[in-house]
């Protein structure tokens, strides 16, 4: 099992952060997936690592909020769902496979529904997976709290944005380097 994220073998995966769905999150929380998922959508587009963003039952929750979108790069890709795994839908799971790449980052919501169960199934089909703690929400904390010991006690790996985007860098000699320092200040 890795240790450390990898630039080279990285993808994003943006778990349903749509505009109703946002709603009924506790508003602080929201705020910081909001922020942290965000520099993490910049880090990605800069650092060429290739993102997956899912929608679930857009017709209901609406689409991916503007914020998001907004971070994300003309290249990203985008999915509707109605399984609460992402990895259940084929068109998604043929993108990952495709990136070829072995490592999934994810952040969204909700932490004890769609990203457990997408952490999970890509797990089970031997991806590398981080899901990172502070860009993960749920309606209840407590909901979000017992996922995410689930998800470690697996053997996923539990992380933050900051962590994964130095270790995305490695090295400050890294010429992206100062762009991602100052997204984080």
């Known amino acids: ?18 505009t109703r769905l946002a709603e009924a999150m506790p ?27 899912s929608e679930q039952y857009p017709k209901g929750l609406g689409h991916t909020a503007d914020d998001i979108k907004q971070k994300a790069s003309n290249s ?13 839908n084929t068109d998604y799971k043929k993108q990952l496979i495709q990136n070829n790449r072995k490592q999934l980052i994810i952040c969204g919501m ?21 899901v990172i703690a502070d860009a993960v929400c749920s309606r209840n904390s407590e909901h979000k709290n017992n996922a995410l010991m689930r998800l470690q006690q697996a053997g996923i790996i539990i992380s933050n944005h900051e962590s994964v985007m130095f270790e995305w860098l490695r090295d400050a000699k890294h010429e992206q380097f100062k762009f991602i320092s100052s997204l984080l200040k």
């Open 1 to 18: 099992m890795p240790l450390l994220a990898n630039q080279l073998q990285s993808q994003l995966l943006v778990i349903d952060q749509q």
């Open 27 to 53: 508003e602080a929380e929201w705020q910081q997936v909001k922020l942290n998922s965000g520099r993490l959508l910049e880090a990605a587009s800069a650092l060429d690592i290739p993102v997956i963003i």
């Open 76 to 88: 990203s890709h985008y999915f509707e769902k109605t399984h609460f795994s992402c990895y259940q």
């Open 110 to 130: 909700e932490t004890h529904v769609c990203v457990l169960q997408t952490a999970f199934e890509a797990m089970e089909s031997g991806f590398e997976v981080f």
